[in-house]
T-cell receptor, first 116, second 110 residues
Framework: DAGVIQSPRHEVTEMGQEVTLRCKPI?????LFWYRQTMMRGLELLIY????????DSGMPEDRFSAKMPNASFSTLKIQPSEPRDSAVYFCASSPWGGEGNTEAFFGQGTRLTVV | DQQVKQNSPSLSVQEGRISILNCDYTNSMFDYFLWYKKYPAEGPTFLIS?????DKNEDGRFTVFLNKSAKHLSLHIVPSQPGDSAVYFCAGGSARQLTFGSGTQLTVLP
């Protein structure tokens, strides 16, 4: 299995532009997570899905952020319009349903977003 | 409100010695805890976990200790190796949701 795949790896865009980040989770995983990493706040959970349904989006910073999961193998995180303070590394992660108990999440390599 | 705190942003240790990374949490609802390791330009990778009903879990050179009364966990790496140099994140888990700390950069000096 190729693991969680994110694209693009790097994105540089101008303030005000729309940005779309993409994620392909590991096949068979029921959960998908979007995280943002910044120096100040570390890894923050933005939103997560279970079986393609958004469960908790309380971490989404503003209405400019939206996420979708149209099917089990694809998710997008969109920022419209983008602002310089959105610059960060965005990670997608997925995890299987392994019953009760601790289950690790598997992370993609991240998308480094720079808004100028 | 940071539910998981890693108060040391960096730690340097000599090769062969013990590395101790610390983490504090405030959420009593976490039912498991995990440590992740992150190299530059890569995603975090799972290292070791512990259930909230245990106080110790060991895997090779890595041991995680949990003190529930103090709401504190630590990761011990013995002996430390240069390849262990990375950012280490601790996370508390509840209902599949992980809450991460801000990370500690470990540097193991040869």
């Amino acid at each position: 299995d190729a693991g969680v795949i994110q694209s693009p790896r790097h994105e540089v865009t101008e303030m005000g532009q729309e940005v779309t980040l993409r994620c392909k989770p590991i096949s068979g995983h029921d959960y998908l997570f979007w995280y943002r990493q910044t120096m100040m706040r570390g890894l923050e959970l933005l939103i997560y899905f279970n079986n393609n349904v958004p469960i908790d989006d309380s971490g989404m910073p503003e209405d400019r952020f939206s996420a979708k999961m149209p099917n089990a193998s694809f998710s997008t995180l969109k920022i419209q319009p983008s602002e310089p303070r959105d610059s960060a590394v965005y990670f997608c992660a997925s995890s299987p349903w392994g019953g009760e108990g601790n289950t690790e999440a598997f992370f993609g390599q991240g998308t480094r977003l720079t808004v100028v | 409100d940071q539910q998981v705190k890693q108060n040391s942003p960096s730690l340097s240790v000599q090769e062969g010695r013990i590395s101790i990374l610390n983490c504090d949490y405030t959420n009593s609802m976490f039912d498991y805890f995990l440590w992740y390791k992150k190299y530059p330009a890569e995603g975090p990778t799972f290292l070791i976990s512990i259930s909230s009903i245990k106080d110790k879990n060991e895997d090779g050179r890595f041991t995680v200790f949990l003190n529930k009364s103090a709401k504190h966990l630590s990761l011990h790496i013995v002996p430390s190796q240069p390849g262990d140099s990375a950012v280490y994140f601790c996370a508390g888990g509840s209902a599949r949701q992980l809450t991460f700390g801000s990370g500690t950069q470990l540097t193991v000096l040869p």
